[in-house]
């Protein structure tokens, strides 16, 4: 992406013509890459892009790069930004906007007041959730019809989020819906140092190892293993389907809990739907909530979009809660 002089200036909630289209831009921050889209007042996308994300070079550099992409974002749509919204890995303070936690691949990510920096770059209220609650946002606004629901991603990693009465449900410590290291799934080490997490059969990077190991063949990465899958082969097909068990079981445990009528799954794993869908129904026969209602376990609809288009829903809310038209 091309950065101009112009694009480097702040941008502030006048910087365009009294005639232009308000803006929110929801950016989704993950180890990689940072993606971002814009919509005006109708929720209509305007326009997207994306950088590579600076994971190593620490969080003024990623704040540096996502308000690159906003001013960008705004330039292409000629709009009059209102608000930022931001879906970022690791655990969020979603009242200040810092991150918590965060993995070892994100330098300096730890305790950098993420809302702060990218507000006063960019002068507009900016909005930060865990990329997992921005996911379920997304979904839920979407759909209009959930307000109770359980989301889970399954990409790298497992994560989760758990909307109740409408209102998404941060915790005390802001890591409310964390499914993916719930235990007791199976004997394998997780990622976090403790064993038989769900995350160690239903993640995209522990179904690339368990295929592996089965084999003796590394393979780059679960969609590999889908691919193999759907080419006939049974360990492949085993692997998908301990996945998926896994994600039913766990599903089925927060919903007795909670109460929960549905759950939402995304993220790159829930690509291959049609591998999981048999596990998951075939558990939910033997294993549904206590309350005797179905529980509805369904794929995520709006794809690599999600975590961009929940973090604007935050934003758009926080507006309203400081009485302002988003």
């Known amino acids: 992406m091309t950065v ?10 006048d910087a365009r013509p009294p005639g232009a289209s308000q803006g929110i831009v929801g950016i989704d921050i993950g180890g990689t890459k940072i993606a971002g889209l814009l919509v005006d007042e109708s929720g ?11 994971a190593s070079e620490g969080g003024e550099a990623m704040a540096d790069a996502a308000a690159t992409l906003v001013r960008d974002l705004v330039a292409r749509a000629s709009a009059r930004l209102v608000a930022v919204g931001v879906g970022a ?28 920096a990218l507000s006063s770059r960019l ?54 819906g964390e ?7 199976s004997d394998l080490v997780c990622t976090c140092g403790q064993v038989g997490h769900l995350e160690t059969l239903a993640s995209g990077t522990s179904i690339a190892r368990r295929y592996s190991e089965r084999v003796g063949d590394a393979v780059e990465d679960a ?11 049974p360990i492949a097909v085993e692997v ?16 007795t809990l909670l109460d929960l009528p549905r759950a939402i799954v995304g993220g790159g794993v829930a690509e291959a739907w049609d591998l999981l ?50």
């Open 179 to 185: 499914i993916g290291h719930t235990p007791g799934y």
């Open 223 to 233: 969609r590999t293993v889908a691919e193999r899958a759907r080419s006939g082969d």
């Open 277 to 326: 869908a048999p596990a998951i129904e075939q558990t939910l026969r033997t294993d549904s909530p206590v309350s005797g209602l179905p529980l509805v376990i369904a794929p995520a609809r709006l794809g690599a979009d999600a975590v961009a288009l929940g973090a604007i829903e935050a934003a758009r809310r926080t507006l309203v809660t400081a009485g302002e038209r988003p």
């Open 123 to 176: 002068s507009v209220p900016v909005s930060v959730e865990n990329d997992v609650n921005a996911f379920l946002l997304g979904e839920v606004a979407a759909d209009r019809r959930a307000d109770d629901v359980l989301g889970v991603m399954l990409g790298t990693g497992v994560g989760g989020a758990v909307i109740i009465d409408g209102r998404l449900r941060h915790g005390p410590h802001g890591a409310a």
């Open 4 to 13: 101009t002089d112009q694009e480097q200036m702040a941008v502030t909630p």
């Open 89 to 116: 890995a690791g655990v969020v303070d979603h009242a200040t906007g810092t991150i918590r936690a965060a993995s070892a691949t994100f330098v300096g990510w730890a305790g950098f007041p993420l809302a702060d």
């Open 240 to 255: 998908f389907a301990s996945a998926g068990r896994a994600v039913a079981l766990a599903c089925a445990s927060a919903a």
């Open 44 to 54: 209509t996308i305007l326009t997207r892009a994306s950088v590579a994300a600076p």
